[in-house]
Nanobody, 114 residues
Framework: QVQLVESGGGLVQPGGSLRLSCEAS????????MGWYRQASGKERELVAR??????NYADSVKGRFTISRDNAKRTVYLQMNSLKSEDTGVYYC?????????WGQGTQVTVSS
């Protein structure tokens, strides 16, 4: 059983920053890929960033503004979001790939608005 618990969402003004956290528990290892998707109202869920044991990947729309990292000792993945824009608004979901299956967190709302 794998559980993911997200935190760190909220309301921020354009140009501001937020850091999302996702803590994992259960039968996992530091080699399990993890990442973040987001879903804006009325749109499909899209990949924002992912991290494996050796690399990171980002959506073009967030490159240079978002940074994904992980602390294996804390079983936590982070998403540092800087220079936020209104189009970054949405529900952010953490995921982890374990033995071919995907596990999801409950989602955390990020709203970028003045």
């Amino acid at each position: 059983q794998v559980q993911l618990v997200e935190s760190g969402g909220g309301l921020v003004q354009p140009g501001g920053s937020l850091r999302l956290s996702c803590e994992a528990s259960g039968s996992i290892s530091s080699f399990n890929p993890m990442g973040w998707y987001r879903q804006a109202s009325g749109k499909e869920r899209e990949l924002v960033a992912r991290i494996t044991s050796g690399s990171t990947n980002y959506a073009d729309s967030v490159k240079g503004r978002f940074t994904i990292s992980r602390d294996n000792a804390k079983r936590t993945v982070y998403l540092q979001m800087n220079s936020l824009k209104s189009e970054d608004t949405g529900v952010y979901y953490c995921y982890m790939s374990v033995r071919g299956g995907l596990y999801w967190g409950q989602g955390t709302q990020v709203t970028v608005s003045s």
